[in-house]
């Protein structure tokens, strides 16, 4: 159904062409990533207002695929033009998108430049069709292996080595597989054998092809919740107990849900109201069982010293590029180093609430050495208190010789996983 376009000032124009109304949200998208430094969900209800159902998801893909193959899409464009385009000129948006749905989505060109054209009306509509048709017709097409920004290579490749770098750029081509934790790991080899996929530990299945997830067996009465391997581990870390857990910033709630089904008297606590509803509807389906707090960590404090506490900080969250590829093109070193002292804080705070003898483990989703390994040797530096406790070796990734857990992408084959820095602490 075609959409009326809005101008600025709120007048109606025409209905546009069929399929335009979805581009132009993707540029929408694009434009709220890559120049207001917003994350694709937040930006997602106001770029997508005037599109629904399916549109919205094809807008959502392709911004999405447009950011993983952004370096690229760029030299193809630069290659075909006489001076280069700016960064945020409507012409190279237009072309970036239409460009990754004939080279990628898979869609005919006459739709993937028809669909874009509208989109630079009154402006270099001429320049946009003529790059696009040039490569087209001199059969250009991208690597097969994307390459990631050069300061996020850079970056990376200082703190990793290019052995990680290229395992990330092999990451990044595709969105990831689906992975599953299981309320009950004694029935891991039940589920494996109803859902197909595989196990990657108790309690933990790997599925390539499946359908909607809310369509699953077992989704609806709970069986089992998504949740990325490698974000699996921080529970794994505090393992069984009957005690009181803390679950801080906890929403959307699988760390919570982890700790509730190991038998813990789990307490959740978050500060945003929109993630505490998922939060609570997770724990309605499936059942279990926790007590929830809206509370800024930073401001609310439990009763009590506590017997566990797992933190899994607010952090840049560049490990999850495989699913939100808008990392690598919106966090820079300055939110790195904001969000690091905001750790520190929290740490602080959370250290406080254990007691002698329980655990704290610190976590982020981050491949940033600073919201990590520097994080946990600063904390260590000011609490003689606290012991780093060596992770089991049974654990699904290896384990650092220092005691700690550091995924980088590609420790799991077929399929990967997100980068996550987890340590557990010990209180004297």
Known sequence: ???????????????????????????????????RGESLEAALPAATRMVHGPDRGLAHAIAAETLRRLPDLDALIDGATERALPD????????????????????????????????????????????????????KLLPETPHLPATVELRWQK??????????????????????????????????????????????????????????????????????????????????????ALDLCAAP???????????????????????????????FRTRLKAEVVRGDVLLWSPDEPVDAVLLDAPCSATG?????????HRVRPSLVAELAELQTRLLARAADWVKPGGCLVYATCSLEPDEGERQLERFLAARSDYTLVPAPADLPVPVDPQGYVRTLPGMIADGGNDGFFVAKLVRA
């Open 1 to 35: 159904m075609n959409a009326p376009h809005q101008t600025p000032r709120g007048q109606t124009h025409a209905p546009e062409p069929l399929g335009v109304p979805t581009r132009r949200a993707a540029i929408k998208l694009l434009d709220a990533v890559l120049r």
């Open 88 to 139: 945020d000129a409507k012409a190279r948006m237009a072309l970036r998108i239409a460009l990754v749905q004939a080279l990628v989505l898979g869609t005919p060109q006459h739709a993937a430049i028809a669909t874009v054209l509208p989109l630079v009306d009154g402006g270099p509509r001429k320049l946009v069709h003529g790059v696009f048709g040039t490569l087209m017709r001199s059969g």
């Open 159 to 244: 703190a990793w080595g290019e052995a990680m770098v290229e395992a990330a750029e092999v990451a990044v081509a595709a969105p990831p597989p689906l992975d599953i934790t299981l309320a009950d790991p004694g029935r891991t080899d039940e589920w494996r054998e109803r859902l197909g996929g595989v196990s990657l530990a108790p309690g933990h299945l790997r599925l390539h092809d499946h359908a909607p997830v809310p369509e699953m067996a077992g989704y609806a009465e709970g069986a089992w919740w998504v949740q990325d391997i490698a974000a699996s581990i921080p529970a794994r870390l505090i393992g069984t107990g009957e005690g009181i």
């Open 253 to 283: 709630g699988g760390k919570t849900m982890q700790l509730a089904a190991a038998g813990w008297q789990t307490v959740a606590v978050d500060n945003s109201q929109g993630r505490i509803k998922r939060l609570r509807e997770n724990l």
């Open 320 to 328: 999850i590029f495989r699913r939100h590829p808008d990392v690598l």
